[in-house]
Structures are given as structure tokens and as C-alpha cells.
């Protein structure tokens, strides 16, 4: 009968060994056991950031310092042309476009043509349905 090991849960933290108005001191046990528990929940925020982008159409997958930046009002070309590791002069001329133009569409002040939307999406290997705003 094959049995999947079942992790033990981590004890909860019941004592601090210190405890200021700025600062809590723990014991390196139950230090690590919070650490454990931090890395599991961004795990699982992983997960369902890729499943999101997927969900979307998205064929390549991100990290989710990546994704985590969308919805927080910075502009997804923006996001996506820092993970690319492209200058706002570099996305420009690879989508055949000015950099002012794409600093405007970056900036919100302008919304983008359907055409430059579709270079920049090429240029940087996304869906142009990640790019827009809606």
C-alpha cells in the first residue's frame, strides 16, 4: 500500500523569550518553524499567481514578484519590460516604436494604437491581452 509521508505541523509559537514595543525575540526553533510556514504560504501564492496567468492565455510563466505587480496599478508594460530586462529605449526599438511614445503609453497618458500594443506584446513574448488595461 503506498502511503504519501504526511508532514508533521509545526508547533504553534506559544512563548517569546523577549518582548519590546518594537521588537519580539524567539527561539530559533519556532524562528524557523514561522520561516517554514512563510515559504509554504508564498508557495502556494505561486501557485495561484501561475494559475491566474494561465488561466489568461498566458503559455509563459512568471515569478510572483512579477505577477503580484499587475494588479497593483503599475502598468503591465512596465512590469513586463523590467522582467525582460529591457530599457523603456531598448522595448522601443525592438516593437518599431519612439520611446516617448511608449514612456506615454507606460505613463497612462496615452493608451497605446492596437498596432504599437501588438509590437510591444511580440517584443516581449506575452499575449497582448496582458497589456491591456481593461
Known amino acids: ?4 509521508p504526511i508532514r508533521p505541523i509545526a508547533r ?4 517569546p523569550i523577549a518582548e519590546t514595543a518594537d521588537s519580539v525575540t524567539l527561539s ?4 524557523e518553524a514561522l520561516a517554514e510556514l512563510v515559504n509554504d504560504a508564498r508557495d502556494l501564492a505561486d501557485a495561484d499567481a501561475v494559475k491566474v496567468l494561465l488561466e489568461a492565455g498566458e503559455t509563459d510563466t512568471f515569478p510572483f514578484s512579477v505577477a503580484e505587480r499587475l494588479p497593483d ?3 503591465p508594460t512596465t512590469v513586463m519590460r523590467g522582467y ?3 530599457t523603456l529605449r531598448g ?3 525592438a516593437a518599431g516604436i519612439s520611446p516617448s511614445y ?3 503609453i507606460e505613463a497612462g497618458k496615452k493608451p497605446g494604437s492596437f498596432d504599437a500594443m501588438a509590437r510591444i ?6 499575449p497582448l491581452d496582458l497589456l491591456v488595461r481593461s
Open 102 to 104: 511608449l514612456s506615454e
Open 1 to 4: 500500500m503506498n502511503t504519501l
Open 84 to 86: 525582460r530586462g529591457l
Open 121 to 126: 506584446a511580440a517584443s516581449l513574448r506575452v
Open 28 to 31: 530559533r526553533h519556532d524562528f
Open 73 to 75: 496599478g503599475e502598468h
Open 91 to 93: 522595448l522601443a526599438e
Open 12 to 15: 504553534p509559537i506559544t512563548r
